[in-house]
Antibody, heavy 121, light 107 residues
Framework: QVQLVESGGGVVQPGRSLRLSCAAS????????MHWVRQAPGKGLEWVAV????????YYADSVTGRFTISRDNSNNTLYLQTNSLRAEDTAVYYC??????????????WGQGTLVTVSP | DIQMTQSPSTLSASVGDRVTITCRAS??????LAWYQQKPGKAPKLLIY???SLESGVPSRFSGSGSGTGFTLTISSLQPDDFATYYC?????????FGQGTKVEIK
């Protein structure tokens, strides 16, 4: 079955960096776009970024543009999120999620369990 | 960016009640809207996609409707397992955006 497992979260000081990973299995990873979505403690869901199936196209939320970079390694079925210049407001659980369809506009049908990033002095 | 506004923010209901949650987009998004259910400490779960299509395995008491800018999620007969927070999401254009959530509580 489809499985997404995030890792790489932790406690980091403001201004520092962290790379999150999402290991995918159970589906043709290289055929699907992938997303990162985050959720601050006690708050709602915030969409962060998307990367196309082949890695050629990326889009970001305004709040992370210029600081975060999404990437993927299709040979190892892994999605990444490089987070730089972290701020207190980046503190959240970060989820990776798989697109439901291969082509066109699509919802997110499978989500990982999330990894917690805490930005604190 | 497209803003998504859900109402109400909190809803108190009893088992067996018919429940309706509304989501409004600041621009036309056609039918590119999804609904998710989230329980505390868990990842969101897809319920409805393309505004009205039921995700496989989701009980038929869940239904979605609407197009353009106005959408609804309806639970025909609320069950104990349905007490959770519900989010809408537009995927008409990037950046994709979520509504602020509707928490369904026990009355």
């Amino acid at each position: 079955q489809v499985q997404l497992v995030e890792s790489g979260g932790g406690v980091v000081q403001p201004g520092r960096s962290l790379r999150l990973s999402c290991a995918a299995s159970g589906f043709a990873f290289s055929s699907y776009g992938m997303h990162w979505v985050r959720q601050a403690p006690g708050k709602g869901l915030e969409w962060v970024a998307v990367i196309s199936y082949d890695g050629r196209d990326e889009y970001y939320a305004d709040s992370v543009t210029g600081r975060f970079t999404i990437s993927r390694d299709n040979s190892n079925n892994t999605l990444y999120l490089q987070t730089n210049s972290l701020r207190a407001e980046d503190t959240a659980v970060y989820y990776c999620a798989k697109e439901e369809r291969i082509l066109g506009a699509t919802s997110l049908d499978c989500w990982g369990q999330g990894t917690l990033v805490t930005v604190s002095p | 960016d497209i803003q998504m506004t859900q109402s109400p923010s909190t809803l108190s209901a009893s088992v067996g009640d018919r429940v309706t949650i509304t989501c409004r987009a600041s621009q036309i998004i056609n039918s590119w809207l999804a609904w998710y259910q989230q329980k505390p400490g868990k990842a969101p779960k897809l319920l409805i996609y393309d505004a009205s299509s039921l995700e496989s395995g989701v009980p038929s008491r869940f239904s979605g409707s609407g197009s353009g800018t106005g959408f609804t999620l309806t639970i025909s007969s609320l069950q104990p397992d349905d007490f959770a927070t519900y989010y809408c999401q537009q995927y008409n254009s990037y950046p994709s955006t979520f509504g602020q959530g509707t928490k369904v509580e026990i009355k």
